[in-house]
């Protein structure tokens, strides 16, 4: 752990983590191709509108099923996504660009990366908890993806900045609380706590842990704490949170599939 962070290094720690992502999502698809085979689990997508009842004499909503989603397949893509950003960051033309970005304080790869992965298992997790509604799931994947992309904002302001200009830092961070006030009003808004599947709690505990890790990482960057100095150390932060964050709660998701 006291090895010196560089750049050669942290190619070989990317090289490393886009396997160990390609591997789980290619368990996971062949998983959730043999539970398609018999139990095909797939989540609704609906859409509301209004129409004129002649009965009733007045407007009613009216729901229209617009597709569905087969789950267990979706989950993998959320790892795939992963794998194939890491695999982009250690080739020649990407690597070349991560290194210069890391020279700066800032990795653009990460953020668009996570504004993908991160947006697209929201969605999915969003859908575990019933939100249906095509409207809803676009809204949160927008404010989701703009989590994201204000943490690239933080890093390319503050490239610049004598003093750290927090603004972007708390924007992003009240983005980011707006989908999982939905998602928890759909999971206990009328439900009975004792009636709650195990793995609900255990995804929305994991996601409000990582959730908070994951801003903590970017303060000891900006507050200069201890080893966080290195940009580099930060950086590989992120990497490993990110595998530890996007397996736990793929699997968890997954284990969604499973549930009556």
Do not use: C
Not at 40 to 49: L, Q
Not at 89 to 115: C, H, Q, T
Not at 135 to 148: D, E, K, T
Not at 160 to 174: A, E, M, Q, V
Request: net charge positive; proline share 4%; charged share 15%.
């Amino acid at each position: 752990m006291s090895k010196e962070i560089t750049f050669h290094s942290l190619k070989k720690f990317n090289t490393i983590m886009g396997f160990l992502h390609l591997i789980q999502g290619l368990l996971m698809l062949g998983f959730a191709l043999f539970i398609e085979r018999i139990a095909d689990f797939r989540i609704p997508i609906m859409s509301y509108f209004l129409t004129f009842d002649q009965t009733q004499m007045r407007l009613v909503t009216e729901p229209n099923q617009l597709g569905e989603v087969p789950f267990g397949i979706a989950v993998s893509l959320f790892l795939f996504i992963s794998a194939l950003a890491h695999f982009i960051i250690v080739s020649p033309w990407g690597n070349k660009i991560y290194n210069r970005d890391l020279s700066n304080g800032m990795n653009r790869f990460r953020w668009y990366e996570y504004a993908l992965s991160s947006s697209l298992m929201i969605l999915l997790v969003a859908l575990l908890f019933g939100v249906y509604d095509i409207g809803a799931l676009i809204l949160i994947v927008v404010v989701n993806a703009s989590m994201n992309l204000f943490g690239l904002d933080m890093e390319e302001i503050n490239q610049y900045t004598k003093r750290t200009n927090w603004k972007p830092f708390i924007f992003g961070s009240i983005a980011g609380l707006a989908p999982w006030i939905v998602i928890l009003l759909y999971a206990f808004g009328n439900s009975n706590p004792a009636e709650v599947p195990w793995f609900v709690y255990a995804i929305v505990g994991s996601y409000f842990v990582f959730f908070n890790l994951f801003p903590i990482n970017m303060i000891l960057q900006y507050k200069k704490v201890g080893k966080w100095e290195n940009y580099l150390y930060g950086e590989r932060g992120y990497i490993i949170l990110s595998l530890f964050a996007k397996s736990i709660l793929a699997w968890l998701a997954f284990a969604g599939v499973m549930q009556p």
